[in-house]
């Protein structure tokens, strides 16, 4: 099940930029999806950590971690902002070339990518994210599945994802593209409810 479309036409930075703050949209090849309302509490929890894990493994560095909602613009060549027709809002993001941030976000491929899934999103960010994110040269993407307590790495070879790499929510893992931050699962499901 997807999100809901905002309509059938085809949109750009230059239109979202012109929309109500208080509804939120990604735009995906031109295309509006209306976000879901606020992640549940078990979403926020995870987001929390990972953000805090990974702020912390970077301090003093030139990388900076988000979280969503943070406006990421990937253009597909050379275009006007105004012109670009794929803006999404990673739930965690780490961008480690200065000149890729200004004033309304990101403009260009993150470094690393989080999306912590929940039953409303998850296929909207494992197909159409997913593919925008590897087209657009998202370094590393990480779908963390809190339900199966799971977390699935996808890493850019060759200009393309190879196979996925699909781990327990167990012990630690670092990030391929940015060793510095290793991330302790325990931490970050310290307040998730037990598994059955």
């Known amino acids: 099940m997807g999100l809901p479309l905002r309509d059938n036409a085809y949109h750009t930075y230059a239109d979202y930029c012109q929309w109500p703050e208080d509804v939120r949209y990604e735009l995906i090849d031109g295309t509006a999806y209306a976000i879901a309302r606020a992640p549940a509490r078990a979403h926020q929890e995870i987001l929390g950590e990972l953000y805090y894990q990974a702020r912390s493994a970077l301090e003093g560095a030139a990388c900076r971690p988000y979280i969503a909602p943070f406006d990421v613009r990937l253009p597909k060549a050379n275009e006007a902002d105004e012109r670009i027709d794929t803006v999404v809002q990673p739930d965690l993001l ?52 809190p339900t199966d307590r799971t977390v699935t790495v996808y890493r850019r070879q060759g200009g393309a994802y190879g196979r996925p790499a699909i781990h327990e929510l167990t012990g630690s893992l670092a990030v391929a593209s940015l060793p510095s931050i290793v991330i302790y699962w325990a931490r970050v499901l310290q307040h998730q409810p037990p598994d059955p």
């Open 94 to 145: 780490v961008v480690c070339d200065p000149a890729k941030l200004d004033e309304r976000g990101c403009r260009g491929a993150p470094d690393w990518v989080v999306e912590v899934l929940s039953p409303s999103t998850a296929s909207h960010d494992q197909i159409l994210k997913l593919s925008a994110y590897e087209r657009s040269g998202v370094s590393e993407v990480w779908l963390v599945h």
